[in-house]
């Protein structure tokens, strides 16, 4: 992709395959995009594109390979990305982020997504159902779904785990203790310089 392609689209604006991100996105808002373009016609993530139509680039590509990186691991089901940078000559370049079509759907983060306009939504049980049936055998679509439901299970157990770890009694004494500490350093310092 060449600059006057990114500018041809950035002109066109964002719609049911483009979408524009003026700074880098964290994982968790990555993976719902690729969900809903996979789940629908395919698209493309523009990093460094201000709305309307404003080329300002990002500074840290290996930050967005990283955050990209993360996002596929929050993805279920089969998608194929491709993240490529064009760099703009002022130190700064622009992320490129492809998803093509999928011919299975694809979750993200606890959820089915699908592109409308230039949004994406969450897919209804129907839409989900219409999905896996399209071009597939009743067998092969009863494959999907139960791997999409074991994985998506997997991600709630593991949402579950790192939550009960952070709620841990050691984590609250800890706190507990600094608190403590804080106060009584306070105390000390008030009655110091204020009594």
Partial sequence: MTIEDVKSLVTQGEGPTLEFKSGLAKP???????SAFANTEGGTILFGIK?????VGID?????????SRAQKMISGEVQTKLDFLDLGTGKSIGILTVAPSNSIVAASG??????GDRYRTITA???KTHLVQHKTPESALTVLSN?????SQTIERLRDDFQKANSVWKKILIALGGAAGGAIL????????L
Wanted: charged letters at 30%.
């Fill in 28 to 34: 968790e808002f990555i993976a719902p995009l690729i």
């Fill in 51 to 55: 709305e309307p139509d404003q080329i």
């Fill in 60 to 68: 840290d590509t290996n930050r967005l390979r990283g955050y990209w």
């Fill in 111 to 116: 959820g089915y997504f699908q592109r409308e």
């Fill in 126 to 128: 129907e839409e989900i």
């Fill in 148 to 152: 999409a439901v074991s994985q998506q």
């Fill in 187 to 194: 105390r000390v310092l008030i009655e110091h310089f204020f």
